[in-house]
């Protein structure tokens, strides 16, 4: 039977076996604070090491819970099982960036159909799996925080299925497994129930994930070559409309969760089109870049998110792609944001939106009910809204400027100086 844990606050944490951890979002009515710390806050944060420490994975397959380990009892349950499977299965690199690199597993490599269905209740994944690791190590809380941003992801409808994620901590956790690698043998073989975390399981602070690793569902590929103006890349390039509507939708899906995605980029889109002409998701959820707004100022930001995530787009298609390729795109993901999203781009009073996103220093001076005014400052800003705004420019800094082959069209951003930061990327992302 289920032992109540206590309440996080209002996150729906319960222990169902030793150690093993499900978990819900808290409830819409929690303060600002209350919502982070239910999310990402130690006790959360800390079940989630001590319950992968303790042999077990955490999975996101179905909207609800958000995300859970498994019962245990089977081998596929186990963090040793996936290690095995990972370090042994054929497969394909597709991707690597700095801290990341990701191997696709299809065909024959795939475990048996029954693992889909009977191991998750899922059917077989048509483009394969994705086996994300990284490559280098960092920090425990790190990790987990991009675990749960990841099962929350999925759970809102715009993530894949992630079968597993699990970490080992040191360099000697590894060498360990190494000193006597085996091939991970059946999935569904019985092996004992998951042991007691020690005491010192779950350690968070500076402590170390040497070694990390996410399987999740592939989908078709990512966006980047399908937004394009290489010769190579003609006959592959997504219908324009189709696309904006179907961009614009995601971006929604995302704001009504609170959603943001600071390194948003035609790579760090997935697409398929297996039950309508296109269907697009968010991928690589780094806990730095991607933060999750408490319900508290949702509504507020949700319109301001999608037109952000849309000029982020478009923006980076703008100085990193071409200006040919932006002049494709733009007129439709703006009539797109009118369709979709309500958001009319050319009759938004700008000075009233988004200050959160401003640039360091700047000011506005605001009209109250009662007559008065107040000048806004980086003051005036919540933590949530310090924090995405910092993330916001940061965005700008990677993809709106200095492209590799040094911007000789001038069609990269430039700042104003004396003018409010945001409109100026919209202005950059649309006109």
């Known amino acids: 039977m289920p032992n109540n844990l206590p309440n996080l606050s209002g996150l729906n944490l319960r222990e169902e076996e030793v150690g093993a951890v499900a978990a819900d979002p808290p409830p819409p009515s929690v303060s600002a604070d209350a919502f982070e710390d239910g999310m990402f806050g130690f006790e959360a944060m800390t079940l989630i090491a001590k319950s992968v420490e303790n042999d077990e994975v955490i999975a996101s397959i179905k909207p609800s819970p958000m995300y859970e380990t498994l019962p245990g009892g089977q081998a596929f349950h186990t963090r040793r099982w996936w290690f095995d499977w990972q370090r042994t299965v054929e497969k394909r690199v597709i991707g690597a960036g700095t801290w990341n690199e990701a191997a696709k597993v299809d065909g024959v490599a795939l475990p048996p159909d029954e693992f889909f269905s009977t191991g998750y209740g899922l ?126 939708g995601l971006c929604q899906r995302a704001a009504d969760a609170g959603f943001w995605h600071m390194d948003i980029k035609r790579a760090n889109m997935l697409w398929r089109g297996d039950t309508r002409p296109l269907e697009l998701c968010f991928t690589d959820f780094d806990g730095y870049f991607c933060r999750i707004i408490s319900p508290a100022i949702r509504e507020e930001t949700k319109h301001c998110c999608i037109a952000a995530t849309a000029a982020c787009v478009l923006g980076e298609i703008r100085c990193q792609e071409s200006r040919a390729t932006w002049k494709r ?23 009233d939106w988004c200050f959160f996103l401003a640039n360091v220093g700047e000011k506005r001076t605001i009209n109250l009910p009662n007559g008065s005014r107040r000048v806004l400052t980086e003051d005036s800003l919540t933590e949530e809204e310090r924090v995405v705004g910092g993330r916001f420019r940061n965005h700008l800094f990677n993809y709106f400027v200095d492209p590799e082959d040094g911007d000789p069209d001038r069609r990269c951003f430039k700042f104003k100086e004396g003018k409010p930061l945001f409109p100026q990327i919209l202005e950059f992302a649309f006109a």
């Open 329 to 351: 795109y733009a007129p439709e993901v703006k009539r797109a944001l009118l369709e979709v999203a309500g958001i009319d781009i050319d009759n938004i009073q700008l000075k």
């Open 123 to 248: 059917a077989v994944p048509k483009h394969g799996m994705i086996v994300r690791t990284g490559k280098k190590p960092t920090t425990k809380t790190s990790v987990i925080r991009e675990m749960i941003t990841a099962a929350y992801a999925h759970a809102n409808g715009f993530g894949p299925v992630i079968y597993s994620q699990f970490y080992y901590g040191t360099q000697g956790d590894i060498a360990t497994l190494m000193r006597a690698p085996k091939p991970p043998g059946p999935w569904d073989a019985s092996v004992p129930p998951f042991p007691e975390t020690g005491p010192l399981g779950g350690q968070l602070g500076s402590k170390k994930a040497t070694f990390v690793c996410t399987v999740a569902e592939a989908w078709q590929g990512d966006c980047q070559n399908r937004i394009s103006s290489a010769p190579a890349n003609a006959a592959d390039q997504f219908e324009p409309a189709t696309f904006a509507k179907e961009f614009i």
